[in-house]
């Protein structure tokens, strides 16, 4: 599960599907505007205006044949988010909004991958990429941090 589908989502999102994952749930409640092209990659001119998940969805869907895209065009919220999230053993978070990192701490998932979205995501390198993994049980969390 991918919530957010913009800067960060759009090219994990790729990856996920060009690496075979057979079921990728996108959340995000906006649509593609000019301004996010530079670095929403999914996204053409052509999409302007138009459901970022939608566009995702049917991109992903022609990369992929196998991988089954299910589409939320919604902001991930306190009515939701249970309902949601709990399908899916994996959930990274793309997203900027603080308010939405926590409604994905409680232990539904038991499994989710935050990306830093204010430039430590990118290590020290250009070919290592640090991501703050935070592992979240009922009890506890425990948040550990690996090069890829």
């Known amino acids: 599960m991918l919530v957010g589908a913009g800067g960060?989502?759009?090219?994990?999102?790729?990856?996920?599907?060009?690496a075979g994952v057979g079921k990728i749930?996108?959340?995000?409640?906006?649509?593609?505007?000019?301004?996010?092209?530079?670095r929403q990659i999914l996204y053409s001119l052509d999409d302007l205006g138009r459901s970022k998940v939608a566009?995702?969805?049917?991109?992903?869907?022609?990369?992929?044949?196998?991988?089954?895209?299910?589409?939320?065009?919604?902001?991930l919220d306190e009515?939701?988010?249970?309902?949601?999230?709990s399908q899916y053993d994996l959930v990274v978070d793309c997203t900027d909004a603080v308010a939405t990192r926590y409604l994905l701490m409680p232990p539904p998932p038991l499994f989710?991958?935050?990306l830093d979205n204010n430039?430590?995501?990118f290590g020290k390198g250009p070919y290592e990429l640090l991501l703050r993994v935070r592992l979240v049980y009922p009890i506890y969390a425990v948040a550990v941090d690996f090069p890829i």
């Open 79 to 85: 009515a939701n988010a249970g309902e949601i999230v």
């Open 112 to 114: 989710v991958i935050w």
């Open 55 to 75: 566009v995702a969805g049917a991109r992903l869907a022609g990369l992929n044949g196998h991988t089954r895209v299910e589409t939320y065009f919604l902001r």
């Open 8 to 18: 960060l989502g759009s090219p994990a999102a790729l990856y996920l599907a060009a």
């Open 119 to 121: 430039g430590k995501a």
């Open 25 to 38: 749930g996108l959340a995000d409640g906006d649509v593609v505007d000019f301004t996010n092209l530079q």
